[in-house]
C-alpha cells in the first residue's frame, strides 16, 4: 500500500469517526425538539460527500488500481449503511420515501435541503482538507488548483440513460431488501453499489445521487450546469421513478391479469 492510499485512508477514517461523534451529539443534543432527523441527515450527508471526494481524488488523480478502488467503494458503502442512523443521504431516496407516506411531504423536502445544504458544505470543506498537504497526493492536486475534469465520457442522454440505469438497480436492491436484517442488508446494498460503479464509472462516474452529483462532479469542467443536471438530476429520478412504477404497479397489474384466466369455473361465475 502506498503513502497516499494510506493518508487516504486514515482521512476517510477520520471523516466517519468525526462525522458519527457528531451526529451522537446533536441526536442527544436535539432529542426533545424533533430537528434531530434534520440533523443527522446532514451530518451523514456530508460524510458521505466528503468520503467520495476523496475516493474520487485517489482513483482520478492518484491513478489507484480499479480493483482497489472497487474495493474501497464497496467497504466506504458498507460503514455509510452501518453509520447513516436512518439518513436517507439522497434526494432521490428522499422522493420515494415521501412517495409511500414514510415521510411527509415537507419532512422530506427539509430532508432535501439539508442534503444539499450538506453537500456544499462538503464540496468546500475537501479542498480546505487537501490544502493541508497530508499526502503527496493532496499536495499535487493543490498545485493543480484542484482541478476537476467532466467524467462524462459519453453523448448526454447515453450519460443519462447510465446514471437512470443504476438509479435504478440501486432503488431496486434498496426496495428489496428492507425487510432483510440490517448486518446483511448493507452489504447486499454495497454489492450492488461496486457493481453499478464497475459498469457505470467509465461512462459517467455512476453517480445516481443528485446531492453527491451537486458536490462531487458540478464544480468539474468541461460541461454546462444544465447538461449535469439533465445527466445527474434528471437521470436518477426517473430511475427510481421507474423502479418503483414497475414493482408498485405494472409488476402487481401484470400478475393479476396473468392469474385471472385460470380462475375456477365457479369464481368466474360469481364474479
Same mark, same amino acid.
Given at each position: 500500500?502506498?503513502?497516499?492510499?494510506?493518508?487516504?485512508?486514515?482521512?476517510?477514517?477520520?471523516?466517519?469517526a468525526l462525522s458519527d461523534a457528531t451526529r451522537r451529539l446533536l441526536?442527544?443534543?436535539?432529542?426533545?425538539? +424533533?430537528?434531530?432527523?434534520?440533523?443527522?441527515?446532514?451530518?451523514?450527508?456530508?460524510?458521505?460527500?466528503? *468520503?467520495?471526494? =476523496?475516493?474520487?481524488?485517489?482513483?482520478?488523480?492518484? +491513478?489507484? =488500481?480499479?480493483?482497489?478502488?472497487?474495493?474501497?467503494?464497496?467497504?466506504?458503502?458498507?460503514?455509510?449503511?452501518?453509520?447513516?442512523?436512518?439518513?436517507?443521504?439522497?434526494?432521490?431516496?428522499?422522493? =420515494?420515501?415521501?412517495?409511500?407516506?414514510?415521510?411527509?411531504?415537507?419532512?422530506?423536502?427539509?430532508?432535501?435541503? *439539508?442534503?444539499?445544504?450538506?453537500?456544499?458544505?462538503?464540496?468546500?470543506?475537501?479542498?480546505?482538507?487537501?490544502?493541508?498537504?497530508?499526502?503527496?497526493?493532496?499536495?499535487?492536486?493543490?498545485?493543480?488548483?484542484?482541478?476537476?475534469?467532466?467524467?462524462?465520457?459519453?453523448?448526454?442522454?447515453?450519460?443519462?440513460?447510465? =446514471?437512470?440505469? *443504476?438509479?435504478?438497480?440501486?432503488?431496486?436492491?434498496?426496495?428489496?431488501?428492507?425487510?432483510?436484517?440490517?448486518?446483511?442488508?448493507?452489504?447486499?446494498?454495497?454489492?450492488?453499489?461496486?457493481?453499478?460503479?464497475?459498469?457505470?464509472?467509465?461512462?459517467?462516474?455512476?453517480?445516481?445521487?443528485?446531492?453527491?452529483?451537486?458536490?462531487?462532479?458540478?464544480?468539474?469542467?468541461?460541461?454546462?450546469?444544465?447538461?449535469? *443536471?439533465?445527466?445527474?438530476?434528471? +437521470?436518477?429520478?426517473?430511475?427510481?421513478?421507474?423502479?418503483?412504477?414497475?414493482?408498485?404497479?405494472?409488476?402487481?397489474?401484470?400478475?393479476?391479469?396473468?392469474?385471472?384466466?385460470?380462475?375456477p369455473l365457479e369464481t368466474k361465475k360469481r364474479t
Amino acid at each position: 500500500m502506498t503513502a497516499d492510499v494510506a493518508v487516504s485512508l486514515t482521512v476517510l477514517v477520520g471523516i466517519v469517526a468525526l462525522s458519527d461523534a457528531t451526529r451522537r451529539l446533536l441526536t442527544r443534543a436535539l432529542a426533545d425538539t +424533533g430537528l434531530s432527523v434534520y440533523a443527522v441527515e446532514l451530518v451523514s450527508t456530508f460524510q458521505l460527500c466528503c *468520503c467520495t471526494h =476523496e475516493l474520487k481524488l485517489l482513483s482520478e488523480v492518484g +491513478g489507484i =488500481e480499479p480493483q482497489l478502488a472497487l474495493t474501497l467503494t464497496y467497504l466506504a458503502s458498507v460503514v455509510h449503511g452501518l453509520t447513516f442512523s436512518g439518513a436517507i443521504g439522497n434526494p432521490s431516496g428522499a422522493l =420515494e420515501h415521501a412517495y409511500h407516506a414514510r415521510l411527509s411531504g415537507g419532512c422530506a423536502l427539509r430532508r432535501i435541503v *439539508c442534503q444539499f445544504a450538506a453537500a456544499a458544505a462538503a464540496r468546500f470543506a475537501a479542498p480546505v482538507i487537501w490544502g493541508i498537504g497530508l499526502s503527496g497526493l493532496h499536495m499535487r492536486h493543490k498545485l493543480l488548483g484542484y482541478r476537476c475534469i467532466s467524467p462524462i465520457h459519453a453523448p448526454l442522454l447515453k450519460a443519462a440513460a447510465v =446514471e437512470l440505469a *443504476c438509479a435504478f438497480a440501486v432503488q431496486t436492491a434498496v426496495t428489496h431488501t428492507r425487510m432483510v436484517e440490517a448486518k446483511y442488508r448493507v452489504h447486499a446494498v454495497a454489492a450492488v453499489i461496486a457493481t453499478v460503479v464497475y459498469a457505470g464509472g467509465s461512462v459517467t462516474g455512476a453517480v445516481f445521487n443528485p446531492a453527491l452529483a451537486f458536490s462531487t462532479q458540478f464544480p468539474c469542467s468541461g460541461h454546462s450546469f444544465l447538461e449535469y *443536471c439533465l445527466v445527474y438530476w434528471l +437521470g436518477p429520478l426517473l430511475g427510481m421513478m421507474f423502479s418503483v412504477l414497475l414493482f408498485d404497479k405494472l409488476i402487481p397489474l401484470l400478475t393479476r391479469k396473468s392469474t385471472s384466466p385460470h380462475l375456477p369455473l365457479e369464481t368466474k361465475k360469481r364474479t
